[in-house]
């Protein structure tokens, strides 16, 4: 049988091939609209390498590690927007006039220009215009929901009974299946089906499915592990309360989001003289309980993480350690370890102490608690939790406002770089506990406050301090957490195709960056939105690593939180990496996927609130044009949504797609007006319709709304106000108040 892949190359061959640099190492990317096309990132910081269709692609999955030869010159695929430069740049020594035809004539590599030009003319050519680059009774043909997959053979024997005989009754069912095989001779993969998730379309199912695909496929701990934990009457020994520095008697309180349950970092704060205070991050000692290798240790191992979703939180932990053992609950003495400083009002660090420690939290405090402090010192307000009796409201209070006083990072951080803060859209959703259907009663969009940040920036301050004692203590076996530059290639396109279009930015440094940001939200508040997240897509995933590895000081460095060494000290009841010695080798990407799950859990409930309040107009902002759609990004929601052109209600025959090196523009004629002619540019702003999709209520439609026609629809800040009001009606008691992600989000992490 003739084969359409070519042979894997041999890991001597490769290693050979990375070393003198005829080779390329990197994670390939399968374009989730264009399945044909995947892309590597040049490590030298040029332009992405392309690599044209699945023959070349050779059976790689999408965020494998692979490795890649550049192909010749004259193999580079042309990209879109080089086609008019080359006429314009050879139009004079065309070969019988034929030029202009080439894109009719499928050119689409510098090879395929041989019977148009010169070879002269080719080597004209610049490198940036160029992209490097059945029904069988034996066998079922399963398509995946990721379009970036290949599909599946999967034996019959494997399938249930009457899949075959009746196959429309599972048109509509989620299947678990995996890749067993990548043969040379089929396009196809070879699958196994693991199991039966239930019909397309259902939250649970969805949700199930979505976990299993991201390798959370866990819902309840092993018995061994159930086995390992402490007793539910353990107490703490004698023998910590002997050798551990005693702060029971200092006010110490938590701060978290209203409905958290796991409360594993703490702060204190007290001032010592006039301009002198005493601060404190106290983090729970998870690993007292976690010791190295045990089944416990093995199981948080191997999850990585804890998943936020909506409706539910798969923890990393136990509920009993990471609740109750671990947590910092009120009016109960904790195992802890913390980074306690001598502060100046101006941020200047006079001393710090690093040690083992006993806490006994006096409050467990909210976000809005403190946000009330902040901006009502003198109000009284009713909404308060109760509070050790050793200690006062006013206590609290005064410590906070401390706090808020010195915020030693916000105000060294103004002075020099700054850190590159990437807003995230975060929804509250409010969903009936009765409710069987799931479906959501209604959602805000969740707002960064000063308490939020003033809390941040302790954390922040925590996980440098510690990252810089680890180091000294243990150079050659820490465990850090480095963030690698942007791609500058990718970044520099963005930057000229923003300055294209009417905006200052200077890119130069991370400082630069977040003050060319703020500048276009004061001018352009919906633009900044779109901006910002397109500023994220060139940033780099931060990573793991061991101070053993050889790695030079310089490559330490953390560029979106602009610190010369960072490490992970908080979290620990959530975050493997940080509360043990031993991290997980891909802990940085079960995080990632974590994020993944979370945000599909949102999108879900958005489509599920759009599908039964809507439909909703809102305003978006384009982030990319092509010549038969473009993207969106619907402000204030966070979601991104392609829109095509032949959904609209336009004249299909008019539309002009128009692009040069950094500016692209479309635009149509409406039928309903043919005098009327709208353009879509980078960054212009829209107004779109969100309406409930009949064939999947897990998704909602969008469509452009016409510049001119009536609102029939309700904006969705309305109808979000109104929701609250019909919230405010309800008990506590009938309502799962569940803020998505806000647990589970670190801005600082840069993932």
């Known amino acids: 049988m003739s084969s359409y892949y070519d042979e894997y190359w041999s890991d001597n061959l490769i290693q050979l091939g990375l070393k003198d640099g005829t080779l390329i190492k990197g994670n390939i990317r399968i374009n989730i609209r264009k399945y044909d096309d995947s892309f590597l990132t040049d490590p030298n910081g040029g332009s992405d390498i392309y690599i044209n269709g699945l023959k070349d692609r050779n059976r790689a999955l999408n965020e494998q590690v692979v ?21 314009k740049e050879f139009d004079f020594e065309l070969k019988n006039n034929k030029f202009k035809d080439f894109k009719k004539n499928k050119v689409e590599t510098l090879h395929d220009l041989v019977q148009f030009c010169s070879s002269e003319m080719l080597e004209k050519i610049q490198d940036e215009w160029l992209q490097k680059t059945d029904k069988n009774k034996n066998h079922a043909l399963f398509s995946p929901t990721d379009s970036r997959v290949p599909r599946m053979k999967i034996k019959m024997c494997q399938c249930p009974p009457d899949f075959y005989t009746n196959s429309k009754k599972y048109q509509n069912t989620l299947f678990i299946c995996k890749i067993v095989d990548m043969p040379k001779e089929s396009l196809y993969a070879i699958g196994e089906l693991m199991c039966l998730v239930g019909e397309k379309g259902e939250i649970e199912t969805e949700t199930k499915a979505i976990l299993i695909e991201k390798g959370f496929g866990f819902l309840e701990f092993s018995d061994e592990v159930i086995q390992s934990l402490p007793q539910t009457t353990w107490s703490i020994p004698d023998e910590e309360y002997k050798t551990r520095k ?40 998870v690993s007292y309980f976690v010791t190295e290798d045990s089944p416990i240790d093995k199981c948080a191992s191997d999850r990585g993480t804890s998943v936020y979703l909506v409706q539910k939180v798969l923890p990393m932990l136990p509920r009993l350690l990471c609740e109750q053992m671990c947590s910092l609950c009120p009016s109960m003495d904790r195992l802890t370890f913390s980074v306690i400083w001598t502060i100046k009002s101006n941020g200047d660090i006079v001393d710090q102490w690093f040690g083992r420690t006993i806490i006994n939290s006096v409050a467990k405090l909210n976000y809005d608690h403190v946000q009330n402090f902040i901006e009502n010192p003198n109000e009284q307000s009713n909404q308060l939790p109760s509070i050790r009796q050793d200690f006062t409201l006013e206590h609290i209070k005064q410590s906070i406002l401390n706090l808020h006083k010195v915020r030693p990072m916000r105000k060294k951080l103004n002075k020099s770089i700054k850190h590159l803060f990437v807003d995230v859209v975060f929804f509250n959703y409010f969903l009936l506990k009765d409710c069987e259907s799931g479906l959501p009663l209604g959602f805000f969009v969740y707002e960064q406050k000063d308490s939020n940040i003033l809390v941040e920036e302790f954390m922040l301050l925590a996980n440098t301090a510690v990252a810089h004692h680890i180091y000294k203590k243990y150079s050659s076996k820490a465990i850090f957490h480095r963030h690698p530059l942007q791609k500058i290639n990718q970044l520099n396109i963005l930057v000229n195709e923003i300055k294209s279009n009417g905006f200052d930015f200077d890119s130069s440094t991370s400082k630069s960056i977040k003050q060319s940001l703020q500048a276009i939200k004061k001018k352009d ?40 060494i960072y490490t992970h000290f908080t979290s ?35 489509s599920l609130f759009v599908q039964e309040r ?18 969106v990004f619907i402000v ?41 002619r709208q353009k879509i540019t980078l960054f212009s702003q829209v107004k779109v319709i969100l309406a409930k999709n009949d064939l999947d209520k897990l998704k909602f439609n969008i469509t452009l709304k016409h510049p001119y026609e009536q609102s029939t629809c309700a904006k969705l800040s309305d109808k ?11 008990n506590n008691d009938e309502i799962i108040d569940g803020i998505l992600q806000q647990l589970d989000y670190d801005p600082y992490t840069c993932e």
């Not at 490795?67 to 006429?87: C, G, L, N, P, T």
């Not at 940085?588 to 945000?599: D, H, K, N, Q, V």
């Open 67 to 87: 490795a890649v030869q550049i192909k010749k010159k004259s193999f580079w695929k042309i990209r879109e927007h080089a086609f008019d430069k080359i006429i």
């Open 572 to 606: 620990p009841i959530r975050r493997y990496p940080v509360g043990n010695s031993c991290p997980s080798t891909y802990g940085i990407f079960t995080r990632y996927s974590a994020r993944l799950c979370s945000e599909r859990s949102s999108e879900m409930f958005f």
């Open 614 to 631: 809507g439909p909703f107009e809102q305003d978006a902002c384009v982030i990319q044009v092509n010549d038969h759609s473009f993207d």
């Open 525 to 564: 508040p919906v633009a900044f939105q779109a901006l910002t997240n397109q500023i994220a897509k060139t940033m780099q995933l931060a990573e793991y690593f061991c101070s053993g590895n050889n790695l030079s000081k310089e490559k330490y460095y953390h560029y979106g939180l602009a610190v010369p």
């Open 636 to 676: 204030n929601v966070g979601i991104k949504r392609r829109i095509y052109l032949d959904k609209l209600d336009i004249i299909k025959d008019n539309v002009i797609f128009v692009r040069d090196e950094f500016k692209v523009e479309m635009s149509f004629t409406w039928n309903s007006n043919e005098k009327l």
């Open 246 to 285: 005693n702060l029971r008697n200092v006010c110490v309180y938590t701060i978290d989001p209203a409905t958290a349950r796991d409360l594993d970092d703490a702060l204190h704060c007290i001032q010592l003289e006039d301009d002198l205070f005493q601060i404190g991050v106290h983090i729970a000692d």
């Open 720 to 730: 979000i106000e109104e929701i609250k009001e019909i919230i405010n009606g309800y």
